[in-house]
């Protein structure tokens, strides 16, 4: 029998702020279940045409690791090589809108293109054309207590 490394587990954490870069359709599920139910104002998504890239600011609940209280940290979620992007039922630039990240899927397309969709609470969608895989999140703050002082949940 051999020796063969493990997957990295939730439990594995060990708090210190996490950076994951995504070029494969595997590792943005990992990046997309560490998003789920981060929130941001409407004011916290740009689209810097110049520089190719979808920003956004994230407050982000701590999945990663199982503390009470729960908590959140502040993180960027920047899509690289974006080349177009589209949105339906989200107002970016409203500081009114409050957001709520659900997942990030990937559509691959020919070569190595494709669409990066976010899923927002309430049917909001924003789509980035992009010339490959390119997201990063990377945690910006320390961690503080959640304000509700819950966990977020889905019931079905």
């Given at each position: 029998?051999?020796?063969?490394?493990?997957?990295?587990?939730?439990?594995?954490?060990?708090?210190?702020?996490?950076?994951?870069?995504?070029?494969?359709?595997?590792?943005?599920?990992?990046?997309?279940?560490?998003?789920?139910?981060?929130v941001?104002?409407?004011?916290?998504?740009?689209?810097?045409?110049?520089?190719?890239?979808?920003?956004?600011?994230?407050?982000?609940?701590?999945?990663?690791?199982?503390?009470?209280?729960?908590?959140?940290?502040q993180?960027?979620?920047?899509?690289?090589?974006?080349?177009?992007?589209r949105g339906?039922?989200?107002?970016?630039?409203?500081?009114?809108t409050?957001?709520?990240?659900?997942?990030?899927?990937?559509?691959?397309?020919?070569?190595?293109?494709?669409k990066?969709?976010?899923?927002?609470a309430?049917?909001?969608?924003?789509?980035?054309?992009?010339?490959?895989?390119?997201?990063?999140?990377?945690?910006?703050?320390?961690?503080?207590?959640a304000?509700?002082?819950?966990?977020?949940?889905h019931?079905?």
């Open positions: 029998m051999t020796d063969r490394p493990q997957d990295a587990r939730f439990a594995d954490a060990d708090g210190r702020p996490l950076r994951l870069w995504a070029t494969e359709a595997g590792d943005l599920q990992v990046i997309s279940a560490l998003c789920q139910d981060a941001l104002p409407g004011t916290q998504m740009q689209w810097m045409q110049r520089r190719r890239q979808v920003v956004l600011l994230l407050n982000r609940f701590r999945w990663e690791v199982a503390l009470r209280p729960p908590q959140r940290t993180s960027m979620l920047i899509i690289g090589d974006a080349t177009a992007v339906q039922g989200v107002v970016p630039g409203d500081a009114d409050v957001l709520s990240l659900l997942s990030l899927e990937w559509e691959a397309g020919a070569d190595a293109e494709g990066l969709r976010l899923i927002f309430g049917d909001g969608l924003v789509e980035v054309e992009c010339e490959c895989l390119d997201v990063t999140l990377r945690d910006v703050t320390r961690s503080y207590d304000i509700s002082g819950k966990v977020p949940e019931p079905e």
